[in-house]
């Protein structure tokens, strides 16, 4: 196997225009908060606004990791309680029907540590995931037009982009049917109207890792969650069907994950900078450092969401300095999430912490 690469800032290579480019990124994820806020009379976030499950469960790490894998968090054996919240992609609230990438946020509790600036007051690491392996475009200067398409389309009535959405998923079936696979077409609204529970999670963007460098997935292991990988969930007449699955599974059965790392072993085939390119499994496996277990529970009520919806921010920059974000991406989202958190704490009237 291949060692490791140590970590190094100067790894990060960021554009001499970046500034600008995050600048008119805020502008634009403000754009969304303001007519998401004029349309529900209540402040969302501007990415990942709508919650299918808001769980509580803790993060077991094993005391008998290699080296290169006890690392910050990892370091040493031990359990953390952690807060978890399943959602899908847009900044607007939408019916099920409306098939969209998928995302978890994970809020890591009493992690010790030096922490990265602005997280002094907390004792959290939060890692945001979704369920692809890269993303959709290589840094923050490509994901402008994305973004500001987004923006335009926020206000767009649910009946059009549930057309639009069954559209796409037929694309995309044509696609998958001669072994393909397209990101555009599930980012717009093609995605498979499956389980969030079978979905396989990843961070896409690398972060520090202690000594090294990696990527992190959130992979199903207990049986009940391996079943529902690729099941078919009937959004007909049904606009919270996924919150309604969660509920469904968690009522009466727990579920397990394990929590694994991909170490930066080649910076010419795992890039820091492009966020686009997968890192080659071939060449540095996913290896497990935790495991995450959840008991039975109620995944979503208001009340769990006037807690963690309203009341909490998930941000890779709440955290320890042994897992530092890294990339253009990663960069652009630390002001970006905070602006988010500000105005919505702003408008509601509620605290939001991390």
Same mark, same amino acid.
């Given at each position: 196997m291949a060692m490791p690469v140590r970590y190094d800032p100067r790894l990060e290579s960021p554009a001499p225009d970046e500034a600008?480019?995050?600048?008119?990124? *805020?502008?634009?994820?403000?754009?969304?908060?303001?007519?998401?806020?004029?349309?529900y009379g209540h402040a969302v976030r501007s990415v990942h606004a709508k919650s299918h499950g808001l769980l509580r469960g803790e993060l077991r790490v094993s005391g008998s990791l290699p080296p290169e894998l006890a690392q910050g968090l990892f370091s040493k054996a031990g359990t953390h309680p952690v807060v978890l919240r399943f959602s899908t992609n847009p900044g607007d609230v939408?019916?099920?029907?409306?098939? /969209? &990438?998928?995302?978890?946020?994970?809020?890591?509790?009493?992690?010790?540590? $030096?922490?990265? =600036?602005? #997280?002094?007051?907390?004792? #959290?690491? $939060?890692?945001?995931? /979704? *369920?692809? &392996?890269?993303?959709? /475009? &290589?840094? &923050?200067?490509?994901?402008?037009?994305?973004?500001?398409l987004l923006a335009k389309t926020t206000d767009t009535p649910q009946g059009l982009k549930k057309v639009a959405s069954a559209v796409l998923r037929g694309a995309e079936k044509v696609v998958e049917a001669v072994g393909g696979e397209s990101a555009a077409l599930k980012a717009m609204g093609g995605h498979p109207s499956t389980h969030i529970l079978g979905e396989t999670f990843w961070t896409q963007v690398p972060l520090r890792f202690g000594d090294h460098v990696a990527k992190l997935s959130l992979v199903p292991v207990s049986p009940a969650l391996i079943a529902l990988k690729d099941q078919a969930v009937d959004t007909h007449g049904r606009p919270d069907a996924l919150r309604e699955a969660m509920n469904a599974h968690f009522a009466s059965r727990g579920g397990e994950w394990e929590l694994r790392a991909q170490l930066l072993t080649n910076t010419k085939t795992m890039p820091v900078e492009d966020a686009s390119i997968p890192w =080659?499994?071939?060449? #540095?496996? !996913?290896?497990? /450092?935790?495991?995450l277990v959840v008991a039975p529970q109620t995944a979503w009520d208001e009340a769990r969401a006037l807690e963690i919806d309203d009341g909490m921010?998930?941000?890779?920059?709440?955290?320890?300095?042994?897992h530092r974000p890294l990339?253009?991406?990663?960069?652009?989202?630390?002001?970006? !999430?905070?602006?988010?958190?500000?105005?919505?704490? #702003?408008? *509601?009237?509620? =605290?939001?912490?991390?």
């Open positions: 600008e480019t995050l600048a008119r990124l *805020n502008t634009a994820l403000r754009q969304i908060s303001e007519t998401t806020f004029k349309d939408l019916d099920d029907s409306i098939t /969209v &990438p998928r995302g978890v946020a994970i809020k890591v509790l009493e992690v010790e540590g $030096d922490r990265l =600036p602005g #997280s002094e007051a907390e004792r #959290s690491q $939060d890692f945001v995931m /979704v *369920n692809a &392996p890269a993303f959709a /475009v &290589p840094d &923050p200067k490509a994901f402008i037009g994305g973004l500001k =080659p499994e071939e060449e #540095s496996p !996913y290896r497990t /450092v935790a495991r921010s998930f941000s890779p920059w709440h955290g320890i300095e042994a990339g253009g991406i990663m960069r652009a989202r630390r002001e970006t !999430y905070a602006a988010s958190a500000r105005f919505r704490a #702003s408008r *509601n009237g509620c =605290p939001v912490r991390g």
